[in-house]
């Protein structure tokens, strides 16, 4: 059973930075997309990107483009979301999720959360204003 753990949340200042990471474990092997997703309160879990498990394609959604990257290192099982520019708007609880699915990387796939099989219990990231 895979295990998705994410850690380095915290809280910014607008314009800050913050770099989360997701340590996978258990099965990996099978896995094929990993995805960052947020949800703030009261509202719908929102796709932030995803990337090949083994390869370094990515694609982000249109709110964090410019402002976030993300990479992988399979050899390590760990996949990071770098956030740079942070706005307060990005105030949520970010979770790592992982997909078996060979899907391509088109965000209308992967970025839908029923496409993902394993998921993180989340970390919590505020930005003040």
């Known amino acids: 059973q895979v295990q998705l753990v994410e850690s380095g949340g915290g809280l910014v200042q607008a314009g800050g930075s913050l770099r989360l990471s997701c340590a996978a474990s258990?099965?990996?092997?099978?896995?094929?997309?990993m995805g960052w997703f947020r949800q703030a309160p009261g509202k719908e879990r929102e796709f932030v990107g995803s990337i090949i498990w083994s390869g370094s394609n990515t694609v982000l959604g249109d709110s964090v483009k410019g402002r976030f990257t993300i990479s992988g290192d399979s050899a390590r099982n760990t996949v990071s979301l770098q956030m740079n520019n942070l706005l307060p708007e990005d105030t949520a609880i970010y979770y790592c999720?992982?997909?078996?699915?060979?899907?391509?990387?088109?965000?209308?796939?992967?970025?839908?959360?029923?496409?993902?099989?394993?998921w993180g219990q989340g970390t919590q990231v505020t930005v003040s204003s």
């Open positions: 258990g099965g990996t092997d099978n896995l094929y997309i």
């Open positions: 999720a992982a997909s078996r699915a060979r899907i391509p990387l088109w965000v209308p796939l992967t970025g839908d959360p029923k496409n993902y099989d394993y």
